[in-house]
Structure formats: C-alpha cells, structure tokens
C-alpha cells in the first residue's frame, strides 16, 4: 500500500477515513469494487461551487459574462490537472500496469478526476469550508495572477506565434480519434510541426483539446531551447 502521508501533509489535511483517499486515488483500471468516479461526480460539482463563490467576492465588479469566462477557465481539465501537479497527485494513483505503461500517472484526464475526486472526499468527511480552504489555497499558489487576460489565453495563436517566428511554419492539428458517447464525447488531438508530432491531448471539445495540445506543445519547444 501506498504511503499517502505526505499528500496528507501537502494538502494539509488527515483523512480519518483512509478508505475515501485510497478510493479518490483508485482509477477504474486497477480492478477493485471501487474506483474514483462517483467522487469524482461529486468533487467536480463542489469545485464549481468552491470556485464560483471565490471569485464572486474577489471581483465584486464583474458581470456574470466576464465571471462565467474565468471560471470556465479554471473549471476544466487542464485547470484541475494543473492543481493535481502541485500536489504530485500522480504519484499516488492506484493504476493498472497497462496504465501505468501508456503514462497514466501524467495524463492529464487522470489527474483532473483525480483531483475532482480527492476534493469530494475532503467534503465528505470535513465538509465545504475545509474543501474550499484547501482548493483556494492551492489555486492562488498556482496562479501568479487570476483575472481574464491571465487566464484566457489563446495557446493556439502563442503556438503559431512561435513557430513561424522561430522555424518558419506553422502548426497543423489531426483528430486522433473520439471516445464515449454522444452526449459526453472526449475528443483526442495531436499537434503536428514538419509532419512531426509534437504534443496531444484530449477534452471534451475539439477546440478544448487543440487549446490543451497547443498548451503542451508550447511548454516542450520552450524547454527545448
């Protein structure tokens, strides 16, 4: 079994129950009765709340238009994995071996759910003021700054920004493929520079998964330099 004592500590919370963390960090691969989806359902509809609330008092000016489009842009997958690294969360989920071998612990789909299911079983057991402690806490240590021109960034045109200004060409996007049903579709991406793939990613638009790609693609050429 996992030692998941210093999660406990970056997160600055003690589980009582140390079956509802083993279970937020159990994928639905590792072939137990139980996996992290049910939590996950649960945490996604607190951190809506959590967040929706958050930023409803610190800007007190903003209309629902403006509110609705920051929240958008940290209510999603690339948000909540982007928090579930600051808190190495890949390192403690329960995979399978197929999983663990097609990169699952860096996947940032398993660590979005993982982390929306972490958060559902901190209210569950501690209740919402400890959930949104913990969640804004972490949110301002990962965000320098919080405000619309911030957030939402156009990762695709700082992508072509890029290329054409460092290699002259710009970059083409390929749906790999999609997953699940009509009503809750997950589309995969890949981004492509000279006929070479150099990032994917999946969400639940085409648009999402290109910003996501781009995202990726962007982070790779720049620790290339």
Known sequence: ????????????????????????LTHKSYKKPYNNERLEFLG????DLIVGEYLYKIFPQSD??????IRASLVNEGGFARL?????????????????????RNKNSLLS????????AIYL???????RDISIKLLESSYPKIDLDSLCKDYKTSLQELTQAE????????????????????????????????AKA????KKAAQQDAAEIALQKLKEAK
């Open 125 to 131: 057991e501690a209740g919402l003021v400890t959930a």
């Open 64 to 69: 629902e238009g403006t509110l609705s489009k």
């Open 202 to 205: 999946k969400g639940k638009s």
């Open 84 to 104: 579930a690294k600051e808190l190495d969360l890949g390192s403690y989920l329960f995979l399978s071996m197929a999983e663990e071998n097609n990169r699952g």
């Open 167 to 198: 290699y002259g060409v710009t970059p083409t996007y390929t749906l790999l493929g999609t997953t699940g049903p009509d009503h809750d579709k997950t589309f995969e991406v890949a981004v492509t520079l000279d006929n070479k793939e150099i």
């Open 44 to 47: 996604d509809a607190v951190l």
């Open 113 to 120: 759910n993982a982390f929306e299911a972490l958060t559902g």
């Open 1 to 24: 079994m996992k030692d998941l004592s210093k999660l406990e500590e970056r997160i600055n919370y003690s589980f009582q129950n140390k079956q509802l963390i083993i279970e937020a």
